[in-house]
């Protein structure tokens, strides 16, 4: 009995310590599993960020190319508060640790330009370098009151007219090819007389109708020779200066009517004609009415008055004004037939800017 009795102690305490080496090399061997398991997390952990996030790098620059600092740079994504930095003194900017696969809002601001922004996305582990990356500058809309001037606008007609010339030299200042001429001012006026009066081609035209003279000796008495033409040429030049001054500009200032020919241009060769024939006897006004040419006529009249104080005898009556203002008023007519029909193909026309 004592046997048997020890028997079953001895299979107890076996038994007891299969169990205890059982336990051990279950223990041993879950920690064994735990490190694999532990360490592999471990070491992605310490990974992740550098395998998971991105950056957004970019430069900021201007029309001309030139960089751009100091601008404004913010990183909005769909949720969550944006990201902003400040581009450096060579216009570039940085984002890291960008989240991949999002995509995200970029826009860019500086002062005194337009505002710029884009979507972009980038990659696990990608440098996201956005290009094209240019402002333009910001177009300032400003209220603007234009008004318009009469005389602005007549000074740049005027200086047209002064360029006119037929066959690239010959001056044709007082005739206008304006559809809608603005008035002279009493300015304006004279100095379109100065400006015919001074030009070269003036004392040619008076030297020119001084040899005519000449040769129909007229007025007789001045008879022929260089003294006689010496005469004729100085009576020339004073009807033409006193004729013009006081035809086209100091009556015309004090009646208030514009001296210059309108070019008419279009309609009938009648209406055309009718319109240039009546040029001398009916003008426009400085209020753009029609009016009785006064400045024309009182011009002749006045002009041929006072050459009676250096003319003979012969050429001071009454009857020779009259006879001198018809021939007179009849050159006009002719003159304004050949400003509508002829002289405007042969003129050189400079428009106003």
Known sequence: MSTTHNNRHA?????????????????????????????????????????????????????????????????????????????????????????????????????????WSSSVTVEPGQEKTVTDVTLHILAVQRAVTVTYSSKEVAAQQLKAEEQQRVLRFIPNLYVTYEPHPEPLTTKMKFHLAYKDLT???????????????QARDNPEEWRQGAKGYGKR??????????????????????????????????????????????????????????????????????????????????????????ETFGIDMGLHVAGSLAQEFILDKFTSKHKHQ
């Open 11 to 115: 299979s107890s305490h076996w038994l007891l310590g299969t169990l205890l080496n059982l336990t051990h090399m279950l223990l041993l061997i879950a920690l064994a599993g735990g490190l694999i398991l532990v360490v592999p997390a471990s070491a992605q952990s310490t990974e992740a960020p550098n395998t998971k996030t991105g950056s957004i790098l970019g430069t900021v620059v201007d029309s001309n190319n030139d960089t751009i600092p100091n601008a404004t740079v913010v990183l909005q994504k769909p949720v969550g508060d944006p990201l902003t930095v400040v581009t450096k003194d060579d216009g570039s900017f940085a984002f890291h640790d960008v989240t991949p696969g999002i995509a995200y809002q970029i826009t860019v601001a500086a002062e005194g330009f337009a505002e």
């Open 199 to 213: 030009h070269p081609v003036f004392f040619v035209r008076v030297a020119e109708w001084a040899g005519v003279q």
């Open 233 to 322: 040429l100085g009576a020339g030049f004073a009807d033409a200066t006193t004729g013009s001054l006081i035809t086209n500009a100091i009556l015309p200032s004090l009646l208030h009517q514009d001296p210059r020919y309108f070019y008419q241009g279009t309609g009938t060769k009648w209406s055309r004609a009718r319109h240039a024939m009546l040029a001398p006897f009916v003008c426009k006004g400085d209020n753009g009415a029609t009016q009785p040419n006064y400045s024309q006529w009182g011009g002749s009249l006045i002009g041929y008055s006072i050459s009676t104080a250096y003319y003979p005898s012969s050429s001071r009556t009454a009857g020779h004004v009259f």
